[in-house]
């Protein structure tokens, strides 16, 4: 598996247990060096942020608001990484990280679930992505799911 440095994946976002000082420092990535996810529909991202913002009790405006882009040229790793994590608002609402782990997992099984229904992706791709995604790192998939929020 290859991969690529969270600095120039994600924008700002630092991925990450609420442990102290417990920080990834790498995201899985495709050979072609872009995430599962990268060039498909909007509709994957958007399904997923949906998904997550309804089962964090947020809405998606607000969950942008933590881990999206801010002003300051828009390059890649040129923003302050995010002060709130993933895991952070999950502690918040009382969940437990295997409800984290299964709340994004589900949000990443029914955003390729939707590409699947439109012809963008055949089963066996997406099966193939969520096999894939399931053999992440938790802070690697805390990422992932922060980028949906900071690139998406």
Same mark, same amino acid.
């Given at each position: 598996m290859l991969f690529v440095s969270l600095g120039a994946l994600?924008?700002?976002?630092?991925?990450?247990?609420?442990?102290?000082?417990?920080?990834?420092?790498?995201?899985?990535?495709?050979?072609?060096?872009?995430?599962?996810?990268?060039?498909?529909?909007?509709?994957? %991202?958007?399904? /997923?942020?949906?998904?997550? #913002?309804?089962?964090?009790?947020?809405?998606?405006? $607000? &969950?942008?608001?933590? %881990?999206?882009?801010?002003?300051?040229?828009?390059?890649?790793?040129?923003?302050?990484?995010?002060?709130?994590? /993933?895991?952070?608002?999950?502690t918040q609402e009382g969940l437990t990280r295997d409800q984290?782990?299964?709340? $994004? &997992?589900? #949000? /990443?099984?029914?955003a390729c679930t939707q590409l699947v229904h439109q012809g #963008?992706?055949?089963?066996?791709?997406?099966?193939?992505?969520?096999? $894939?995604?399931?053999? %992440?790192?938790?802070?690697?998939?805390?990422?992932? /799911?922060?980028?949906?929020?900071?690139?998406?």
């Open positions: 994600l924008v700002g976002c630092q991925a990450g247990s609420s442990a102290p000082g417990a920080v990834a420092t790498s995201t899985p990535a495709k050979g072609s060096g872009s995430l599962p996810g990268d060039g498909d529909p909007q509709i994957y %991202w958007d399904t /997923i942020k949906q998904q997550v #913002a309804q089962g964090l009790h947020r809405s998606v405006a $607000e &969950l942008t608001a933590l %881990w999206g882009a801010t002003p300051g040229g828009g390059q890649k790793g040129s923003n302050p990484p995010a002060a709130v994590t /993933i895991s952070d608002v999950a984290l782990t299964s709340l $994004e &997992l589900n #949000a /990443i099984q029914t #963008a992706l055949t089963q066996a791709q997406a099966d193939a992505r969520m096999q $894939e995604i399931r053999g %992440w790192s938790l802070s690697d998939l805390d990422g992932y /799911i922060m980028y949906a929020f900071n690139a998406h």
